[in-house]
């Protein structure tokens, strides 16, 4: 199925991307300028800034209450944007989303970005900032039942880390969902299908994979480590049931569903979830369309909500 229509016309409207290399701060800045101002966005009972303190540090983080109640589920979500790009502002709606459809209270964590806090500064974050939602379930009003935690692209790549918290003796994570994550930061253009067949015209593009992950890499980042691109871990056992969602035109889409595939090849369970047309960055960029604001109610499901 080609690029849905409405992506491709957004896509042909954009200016073309300026030469030379890419500026982190000029990006940054661009990216705020398209968040959707504060009044507009999806009501819910109530969003708060908070900060984890953590041997991490203090990290910021964004609290999402869906509904007044004595106590919640909890969701805790890294945003996207290769490791150098996003934050709670620019992600703020699909905190919303999720929040308003699964009645979890979202914790949406303001890690640290590359280039500069080197890796693995903004992982810590988010390891630090889901052990801390646990050890505060008190303060957080946590129902002591689901703790989820989730991403999207790079986000989904440090969801599915920290996902393997049990090895640290940590067992409370109940879900992990990984929309279009990236899993495998060797960059090979022949190491999947996807990234040949979707290589160009659909968004995010092969060719630029290296460079937009080129700050994270000269932080220290090694993509031979497991840390690094999660698909490397040789043993994907014991982990929490898993959700991978991908778009059909996304050149990341096949380690995200070959990553699936070696959970339940370990034993585990993982649901695999293809959006027809959808390129990569579909749920930041493209949830106003019908069928692609389906991925929160998917999200629901699969948590065993509404």
């Given amino acids: 199925m080609p690029l849905h229509s409405e992506i491709a016309k957004v896509l042909a409207a954009l200016p073309p991307a300026p030469h030379g290399p890419l500026d982190p701060a000029t990006m940054r800045a661009a990216e705020e300028q398209d968040v959707v101002p504060a009044d507009e966005r999806l009501p819910l009972h109530a969003v708060e800034e908070m900060t984890a303190r953590t041997p991490s540090g203090e990290v910021p983080v964004r609290v999402y209450t869906p509904a007044e109640a004595d106590s919640h589920g909890l969701l805790v979500y890294f945003h996207g944007g290769a490791f150098f790009l996003g934050s709670l502002d620019t992600h703020d709606h699909i905190a919303r989303s999720p929040a308003a459809e699964t009645g979890l209270k979202v914790v949406s964590v303001g890690y640290r970005l590359a280039p500069e806090a080197a890796f693995p500064a903004g992982l810590d974050d988010c390891y630090a900032v889901l052990r801390w939602t646990a050890e505060h379930g008190e303060t957080l009003a946590w129902d002591r039942t689901t703790l989820a935690v989730a991403g999207d692209s790079s986000g989904g790549t440090y969801a599915a880390v920290a996902a393997r918290a049990h090895d640290d003796g940590f067992h409370h994570i109940t879900h992990q969902i990984l929309y279009y994550p990236s899993l495998d930061l060797d960059f090979d253009t022949d190491r999947y ?4 067949e979707d290589a160009v015209g659909h968004g995010l593009e092969t060719a630029g994979l290296k460079p937009f992950n080129a700050f994270y890499f000269g932080s ?3 993509p031979a480590d497991p840390l690094v691109s999660p698909i ?3 043993d994907l056992g ?12 996304d050149p990341l889409r096949d380690e995200g569903e070959l990553y699936a595939r070696r959970i339940w090849e370990a034993g585990g369970k993982a649901t695999v979830s293809r959006y027809a047309g959808a390129g990569h960055g579909f749920v930041q960029h493209f949830s ?3 069928e692609y604001h389906q991925v929160f109610a998917e999200t629901s499901a699969f948590l065993g909500r509404r």
């Avoid at 014991?238 to 035109?249: I, M, S």
Wanted: hydrophobic residues 30%; aromatic residues 4%.
């Fill in 193 to 196: 299908p996807s990234r040949r």
């Fill in 220 to 222: 220290g980042a090694d």
């Fill in 232 to 234: 490397k871990r040789t």
């Fill in 238 to 249: 014991g982990l929490p049931p898993a959700l991978v969602v991908t778009g059909e035109c």
């Fill in 288 to 290: 106003w369309i019908p």
